[in-house]
């Protein structure tokens, strides 16, 4: 769900992309949190979602109610709370106000297929809520990583918030995946040649003008290629904006 820059862990898309997305209405159709240690899966697995160890057989929270594609309602240690999803955000479906977004329902519809009324289990990162107040966590169902799931499908961009980034590089994987099976989001809302630089092939930034700094995106420790014409990679080194 995208509410705005401000939020940390689920950020709106900046203001390039819902000027260069092609936001299709008609493609529709296709809280406080826990204070207990994480005891979720290991942060080093790598590779494809799946689990490879009996952790991922384990739960720790009964899903109640899916708000949107990046956002439920789960019981967890006797206590009702609101999970958004860490490092992934579908089109907005629910703001008040604003237009559905592109794909927001069918994200919704996957969300609640895959994950009303069941048991999964909750890891969460450095941070444990928003500014909202909601619970920011990695939903594991049985032995897959859900967030991952979403990006892999094509129902979500990769939004990374430092410190939350234990499995940044396994979503930008799976967005590259996604993006070149033209998949969800990518084959019916993004005009890529319109508005995705090739030299930034791990997200989707559009070539100047305007000229971007890092602070006009919320993107980090992203590949870069040459020419970089953003000069997002100030030392180099193939990575751009490093720094938080």
Do not use: K
């Not at 604003?98 to 289990?121: H, I």
């Amino acid at each position: 769900m995208l509410v705005g820059r401000a939020r940390r862990g689920g950020s709106g898309w900046p203001g390039w992309v819902l000027a260069g997305v092609v936001l299709l209405a008609a493609c529709s159709g296709t809280g406080t949190g826990d204070q207990a240690a994480p005891t979720g899966p290991s942060a080093t697995g790598s590779g494809g979602s799946s689990l490879p160890s009996a952790a991922g057989d384990r739960t720790n929270a009964l899903v109640t109610r899916v708000v949107d594609g990046d956002t439920i309602e789960v019981h967890f240690r006797q206590r009702n709370l609101t999970v958004r999803l860490i490092g992934v955000d579908t089109p907005e479906s629910v703001m008040p106000g604003e237009p559905v977004q592109c794909y927001a329902l069918a994200a919704s519809r996957f969300t609640t297929r895959q994950l009303d009324g069941e048991r999964v289990r909750l890891e969460f990162d450095v941070e444990r809520t928003d500014p909202y107040g909601r619970t920011l966590a990695y939903v594991w169902l049985g032995r897959e990583l859900f967030n991952e799931m979403l990006v892999r499908e094509g129902y979500a961009f990769v939004t990374t918030y430092p410190p939350n980034a234990r499995y940044e590089a396994r979503f930008l994987r799976a967005q590259r995946q996604a993006r070149a099976a033209g998949r969800g989001v990518w084959g019916r809302c993004v005009a890529e040649r319109d508005t995705c630089d090739p030299a930034y092939p791990d997200v989707c930034i559009p070539p100047p003008p305007p000229d971007l700094d890092c602070s006009d995106i919320h993107e980090r420790r992203f590949a870069v290629r040459p020419p970089d014409p953003h000069h997002f990679d100030g030392d180099g080194n193939g990575i751009g904006c490093e720094s938080t």
